[in-house]
């Protein structure tokens, strides 16, 4: 596939800022259900996220990010392979990707490996292994997950005890009681939020943490000619549901002072997910939707999770620094996917709305142009591995369905950049966003849609919280019209006009 050539002509064309000779180290950090303002460099002005705000002042953030899928598997299997749901085959979480992906795609486990990277997994990048076992058993090093039947890598770099959480004791559930049915137990561990009952040291997030250290520090001490290029994926589990913490981290944030949720029920226009709004969600209030008192709970409990994981990655940016690999180390911080916090009065993913596909996006690459600034311009997850083929010389597939955003790094763009991003819920649905829009087409079977509504509207710019589905008003039928032969269209019609040329 073309790529786009808006590279600066100084730069050398494998290594860019970096020596022709020395291919980048990459971080690629992916956190799970993060919102996207949710970090202070976001604008958060509650939850305290130190560390990865100080990334953020030394690398460029991207203030419009997007994923393609509203599950974790499906935007996974996307972003990891640089195709879209329709191409992949995996939309939702049931999938198997083993069962499902085309033969002859690599994704990014390959693509490093063949440019010569040590490849590491620390925690989750695939949905699971049992999923993906072929695409798991590529990685050299695989830490704090299942290896793949017949996986021949090295043993773990740590060990660590077992740790139990006291969940009857700690944590806080809305059914009071560990329930005896499997799928009872399962509603009711989701629904949890607070205290996990564990300490720092013995949750599984801080040990991801404490394993990428060892390893950093392993990488920086091997000797020249050992020397490898690595690409270490780290997964943090928070701050997916359950919401649940230590004690330092439950207890950070009182309730009483987080504002209530924004978009209120009672204040949305021809809204499409009614039902939605009004029974249980998927991940946390699983069996009636949540009053005021609980969501402000439950969001305190979110910001201690993400204050969690921000401490985690602190001890991860400050082994960079103190072994010097953060002047060779190409680092991504992404969540996986959004997440509504109780906004619309829906709590997790499986909308069309902003809550589920925006998403946070940090990139630093050393020496770039613009490092320390900030981009509203529209990319989307799919454009991530692209990105990575641009900066650290791996082979283009050729089947690359995103574009490298390297020219918002290095601030090369001469024109406009692409004027859209392209969304799924698969049969519930497909979106189209631009900078002032949202158009949203419903398939089906979207069992949430109410009121006969086959599609929905919102004036991002004037409405940011996705108040008013503008769909019936008349003085948007021109605007609406154009979105749906957009969406229709698809994503090359919203490509860079200059892109392969």
Known sequence: MKRLLLLVSVFISVGGIFAAEKKPNVLFIIMEGTHWNVFGSYGNPICKTPNIDKLAQSGVVFERAFCQGSACNATRTSFINGLR???????????????????????????????????????????????????????????????????????????????????????????????????????????????????????????????????LEEFANNKKEDKKPFFLVLGQGKPHTPYLSPTKFATFYDPEKIPAPPAQFDTLKDFPYVVRATVGGPDIFTQTPSTLQEAKEAIAAYYGCVTFVDENLGLVFDTLEKTGLDKDTFVVLIGDHGVHLGDHNI???????????????????????????????????????????????????????????????????????????????????????????????????????????????????????????????????????????????????????????
């Not at 499902?100 to 040590?118: N, Q």
């Not at 005890?161 to 560990?178: C, I, M, Y």
């Not at 390297?406 to 900078?435: C, I, N, Q």
Request: proline share 7%; with cysteine.
């Open 85 to 215: 749901p329709a191409t992949t085959r995996v939309w939702h979480n049931g999938q198997r990707i083993r069962d499902v992906l085309p033969e002859g795609i690599r994704g990014m486990p390959e693509l490093f490996k063949e440019a010569g990277y040590t490849t590491i997994d620390i925690g989750k990048f695939y949905h699971s292994t049992n999923f993906a076992p072929k695409q798991t058993a590529v990685f050299d090093i695989i830490e704090h997950q299942s290896r793949p039947e017949g996986w021949q890598g090295r043993p773990p770099i740590l060990n660590f005890p077992p740790a139990q959480p006291d969940w009857n004791k700690k944590a806080k559930s809305r059914k009071k009681g560990e329930p005896q049915t499997d799928q009872a137990r399962s509603h009711w561990y989701s629904d949890s939020y607070g205290d996990s009952g564990l300490e720092p040291e013995q949750e599984s997030d801080r040990r991801a943490a404490r394993i990428a250290v060892a390893l």
């Open 347 to 501: 709590w997790s993913k499986y909308t069309l709305l902003e809550g589920t596909h925006h998403a946070p996006l940090i990139v630093r690459v050393p020496g770039a142009k613009e490092n320390g600034k900030r981009t509203k311009e529209l990319v989307e997850f799919v454009d991530l591995l692209p990105t990575f083929i641009d900066y650290c010389g791996l082979k283009d597939p050729g089947n690359l369905e995103g574009i490298s955003f390297r020219p918002l790094l290095e601030k090369d763009v001469t024109t406009s950049w692409k004027t859209a991003v392209f969304l799924t819920d698969h049969d519930f649905g497909h979106a189209v966003r631009t900078s002032k829009y949202r158009y949203v087409e419903f398939g089906e079977n979207a069992r949430w849609v109410a009121n006969g509504l086959k599609a929905a509207l919102y004036d991002i710019e004037k409405d940011p919280e996705e108040v008013v589905n503008l769909i019936n008003d008349p003085a948007y039928d021109t605007v609406k019209n154009e979105l749906a032969d957009l969406l229709h269209k698809g994503w090359k019609a919203a490509l860079p006009p200059n892109y392969g040329k």
